[in-house]
């Protein structure tokens, strides 16, 4: 008889729960614990719901020495953020697949994520080619991807918040540095053989033929991805370089700049014989380099762990903590650098979005993401009210001997994004946007 009151009493308190909202249900855990005390039995509230978000990052292959710190970091927002109470009450459930640098399993694992994890948002990619071949998947399914690594621009997708630099926040102004401040006459255009390396050339050869560069000062190179091998084109920049006027304008991505700027050392060379401006070296890929030799060339970002702020030192101790924690590799000596910025204030954006439209539906976040202002690590940003990129102040730092960088040259506060260069698109006629909800580029 007693059991029969039991089952009788749990039905009823059953109901009384399944008539509250969860949230609700939480704020009264300590009522719900009660009245399951009174009636007898041990009673376990229901734990929060989760949404679902992916994590498409190569933790493996030749981009593992950049992309595995956004990985990283993704992961210390969503704690940060479920330690916060989540996202409009639900915890947040990061599902980490590794697309192993393998070009085309990046648009077989987003498949993955969307149809059958049914994330509501991504948050990867590191290479143009990575992205390029996930790009239809998440228009084929109006996915929402947030891509957080500086690149050629060209694009312009409905289904992309790109929270990294366009050309004009990265490539122009590093070349106009060189030219105005370095005194560099001639450039030599090394690269990683992909799109990004060659539509950023494509940029920037137009920028220096427009300030009147002679097409006999710029040198255009590309090796592979994973290339190791650069004894023979040192030597060629080691001659071109000769007059004492030319600088390096680097685009060589992923584990290949460790022997690159290994060769340049032990050929002699130095910043003061011809600097290298790259553009997709970070504290983060130092961390795996020799750095003294290094010392004096530049990089051109949008954010640098050396940027003073309460509010930067906060986020680098707390990645550094989080890496201790988390037992990850390199712990308290980890570094935060412009693509883990980029990463991380990404989540938060996606999270501010949700909150101002009250719902995970994609349309609904992607509208409530324009024009969106906020603070990240670095200092404060905003989305651009149209065009899917992010408004970002531009650094161009030097390369000390603790690996980190000084910072030699800042923008006068935020510079507008272009998704389309006006250098290769002189008349304005630029094209329309792709992707959304109707597949056609409109909304």
């Not at 719901?49 to 992961?75: F, N, P, Q, Y």
């Not at 210390?76 to 409009?88: C, Q, Y």
């Not at 990619?125 to 071949?133: A, E, F, G, M, P």
Request: overall charge negative.
């Amino acid at each position: 008889m007693e059991h029969h009151y039991l089952l009788k009493d749990r039905n009823i308190l059953s109901e009384i729960i399944n008539k509250n909202n969860h949230i609700k249900l939480m704020k009264n855990n300590k009522l719900i614990l009660a009245l399951a005390a009174i009636l007898g039995f041990a009673f376990l509230p229901p734990q929060l719901h989760a949404v679902k978000i992916g994590v498409l990052h190569s933790l493996s292959g030749t981009m593992a020495i950049s992309e595995t710190s956004l990985r990283d970091v993704v992961m210390m927002a969503v704690k940060e953020i479920n330690a916060e109470g989540g996202v409009l009450g639900e915890q947040v459930e990061a599902v980490v697949v590794d697309p192993a640098s393998d070009w085309p399993l990046f648009a077989e694992k987003a498949k993955q994520l969307i149809n059958e994890e049914k994330v509501a948002v991504t948050f990867g990619c590191w290479t143009s080619v990575s992205r390029k071949s996930c790009l239809p998947v998440f228009e084929e399914e109006n996915a929402l991807l947030f891509y957080p690594v500086q690149y050629e621009g060209e694009e312009q997708s409905l289904n992309v918040f790109y929270t990294a630099a366009s050309p004009n926040q990265q490539l122009v102004p590093a070349a106009k540095y060189m030219a105005e401040e370095m005194g560099c006459k001639k450039f030599y255009l090394l690269g990683t053989d992909y799109v990004f390396p060659r539509t950023a050339n494509k940029v920037l050869k137009a920028y220096l033929k427009a300030q009147g560069v002679p097409d006999e000062n710029v040198m255009e190179e590309y090796t592979p991805f994973h290339h190791q091998d650069y004894q023979t084109i040192v030597s060629k920049v080691k001659d071109f370089a000769a007059s004492g006027d030319a600088c390096i304008l680097s685009t060589i991505n992923g584990d290949s700049n460790v022997p690159f700027y290994k060769e340049f050392a032990n050929q002699g060379l130095t910043s003061d014989d011809c600097p290298i401006m790259a553009f997709s070296v970070s504290e983060d890929e130092l961390r795996a380099m020799d750095v003294p030799p290094l010392v004096g060339h530049l990089a051109a970002w949008n954010y640098f762990q050396s940027i003073k702020s309460s509010e930067n030192a906060a986020f680098v101790k707390s990645f550094k903590k989080y890496c201790v924690e988390a037992g990850l590799p390199g712990g308290a000596k980890r570094v935060t650098c412009d693509p883990i910025e980029a990463a991380y204030f990404g989540v938060y954006v996606w999270k501010a979005a949700v909150e101002k439209c009250g719902s995970f539906d994609v349309d609904k976040v992607r509208k409530a993401v324009y024009g969106l202002e906020f603070d990240a690590p670095g200092g404060k940003k905003s989305m651009h009210p149209t065009n899917q990129h992010t408004l970002k102040p531009v650094y161009i730092g030097e390369i000390l001997r603790n690996g980190q960088f000084k910072i030699v040259y800042s923008s006068d506060g935020l510079v507008s994004p272009d998704s389309y260069s006006s250098y290769l698109w002189p008349d304005g006629n630029f094209p329309k946007p792709t992707g959304g909800p109707n597949g056609n580029g409109s909304l």
